[in-house]
């Protein structure tokens, strides 16, 4: 058995402690920012506009979830005869699942977590709202329905989102694909 080259190992090493560093910072400012609009947008609407952005945000952490089970379930060789034919968004997803550590982490964990951090703070806010508008005899009961419904969304969600991602994750991979070619092609540098 063949030891690995001591320098290629530092390399590596290097290279996931770059990635920690960079997923930390991401995750900081993506939450802040998220929690910051939605806080703000939620403390200004009535509690049915309130429930749309909290389903929302719920809807966001499934959908992210589910881009990141394709991309680590998907195989990558119908991409490239995807690619031979020149199928917009084949190299993409290509490039997705030839980074399919990284990209699962940023929708699984980064997006996907922050999302359910900021579902319970928006269901704490509805609660609120709920509880300025109406009176109840028993103030803690708003508060856990709230808590146990963004749960039971989020899981009952993340659930039949796994197996649509599992079944479906070359066509999903592909979609994404073409998503990052239409931007790349809108926002990119153009090419001579």
Do not use: Y
């Amino acid at each position: 058995m063949a030891k690995s080259d001591p320098s290629e190992q530092h390399k590596q090493k290097k290279g996931n402690t770059g990635w920690v560093v960079t997923i930390f910072f991401m995750t900081i400012v993506i939450s802040g920012t998220i929690s910051l609009i939605s806080e703000e947008v939620m403390g200004a609407s009535g509690i049915a506009t309130a429930f749309v952005i909290l389903l929302s945000i719920v809807l966001i952490g499934i959908l992210f979830d589910v881009i990141g089970v394709a991309v680590t379930s998907a195989d990558e060789s119908p991409f490239h005869a995807m690619a031979a034919r020149k199928v917009p968004g084949a190299k993409e997803a290509i490039r997705l699942l030839r980074q399919a550590e990284k990209v699962s982490s940023v929708c699984n964990d980064v997006v996907g977590d922050i999302c359910g951090v900021v579902s319970g703070s928006a269901s704490a806010t509805i609660a609120v709202q709920i509880l300025h508008n109406f009176e109840f005899s028993w103030p803690r009961v708003v508060s856990l329905v709230m808590s146990a419904l963004v749960a039971g969304l989020t899981v009952g969600g993340k659930a039949i989102g796994k197996t649509f991602a599992v079944k479906s994750s070359t066509a999903i991979v592909h979609f994404v694909g073409k998503i990052i070619f239409t931007a790349t092609r809108l926002f990119g540098k153009k090419k001579n």
